[in-house]
């Protein structure tokens, strides 16, 4: 995340901490200034003596703008790493979000979804809404991975060189998907046991026929707890840095995609949008998230109906009354009865 915070802080951050935490005099006694190492100025229009640039990648070199010397957090305080690190997780999420939700929505989502009759009253309102509520407190619980990461404490590395060689810049990537995909299940799996779903998991499974805009509709602990094993990889295994930028966004992507219900994949190795559409349905199966390997040892695995493959029938009164009652039973196993308000006329089922 240092490429990222450099970027940022170039085009953004040096201004914004230049009007928001000016350089002076009063401020290179004070405590807090004390406290973050920079005490000591050599004018009040220039940066603390003892901050050095280093560039966070060989391939390109941003440094502190005028504005950086104007401010008295450097580019390389603590307290400024944190709430930058903060404002890219939540706004960067926010925009990525957004963008590729409402791609998908616009240009893949099938709209004949919206007469499905388990699809709720307001429902793409309400997944954006429970959206905006996950998304800060999501930030603020990655906060301490993202900052201990450009801090130093992480195996990320910038060029072959600095890693095992050139074998694992690509290998990183199938090794990536792999390990995480065998933690999320689990994880996952633990979420759907009685006493975490109904305090943490419940709200992702209000959408039984989800949008694109479900994707990122979690509690903040369960968005959190599923995003473990992306965060705690670089601190076990190395990482190259853009490789991590590249997959922290394919990530947030990927999540969008299987929540589309474009049923492209019928695959028996890809967990696709088919895949989690069964998991929304019937709650109880399909909870990897790349793949359906986890699942299949962990004896989860239900491959998604045929019908879900052809329009004429994926979209028919027969299977979606078929998927009603089945999904009836399963909610009123799971959660004791359904709360939820479907169609325009806001009518419950119990």
């Not at 309102?125 to 998304?135: A, F, K, V, Y």
């Not at 801090?151 to 060689?165: E, I, N, T």
């Not at 805009?213 to 707890?225: E, I, R």
């Not at 965060?231 to 995609?257: G, M, S």
């Amino acid at each position: 995340m240092d490429i990222v915070l450099e970027l940022f802080d170039a085009v953004l951050f040096d201004r914004m901490y230049a009007a928001l935490v000016p350089a002076s005099a009063s401020w290179a006694a004070s405590p807090l200034a004390v406290a973050a190492g920079h005490a000591t100025f050599s004018s009040v229009r220039e940066a603390p003596t003892d901050y050095h640039y280093r560039p966070a990648t060989q391939l390109f070199a941003l440094p502190p703008t005028e504005w950086a010397s104007r401010s008295a957090w450097a580019r390389d305080n603590i307290y400024r790493q944190a709430v930058s690190l903060y404002l890219i997780t939540w706004l960067f999420g926010l925009v990525v979000y957004f963008v590729f939700a409402s791609l998908s929505y616009v240009f893949v989502f099938d709209k004949a979804t919206f007469s499905h009759p388990k699809f709720l009253k307001n429902q793409v309102r309400q997944e954006i809404r429970q959206t905006m509520w996950s998304l800060p407190g999501m930030a603020v619980l990655t906060l301490p991975f993202f900052l201990a990461e450009v801090r130093g404490f992480g195996k990320l590395y910038d060029s072959s060189a600095d890693g095992p060689g050139r074998w694992y810049d690509v290998v990183q990537f199938p090794f990536f998907l792999a390990f995480t995909d065998g933690c999320i299940y689990w994880i996952h799996r633990a979420l759907h046991s009685p006493l975490l779903y109904k305090r943490l998991h419940k709200p992702h499974h209000r959408w039984i026929m989800p949008t694109p805009y479900a994707s990122h509709a979690f509690h903040p602990l369960d968005g959190f707890s599923q995003s473990i094993p992306y965060h705690v990889f670089p601190f076990i295994f190395p990482l190259q840095k853009l490789a991590y930028v590249a997959l922290f966004i394919f990530i947030n992507v990927w999540t969008v995609f299987i929540h589309d219900g474009e049923y492209v994949a019928n695959s028996p190795i890809i967990n696709g949008a088919a895949c989690h559409t069964m998991h929304h349905l019937y709650f109880n199966y399909n909870y990897g998230q790349f793949t359906t390997l986890w699942d299949r040892l962990g004896g989860s695995y239900r491959k998604p109906n045929e019908e879900l493959f052809r329009r004429e029938t994926k979209m028919g009164k027969q299977e979606w009354e078929r998927q009603a009652r089945e999904m009836e039973a399963v909610v009123a196993q799971v959660e004791g009865g359904d709360d939820r308000s479907y169609g325009a006329d806001g009518k419950k089922t119990q």
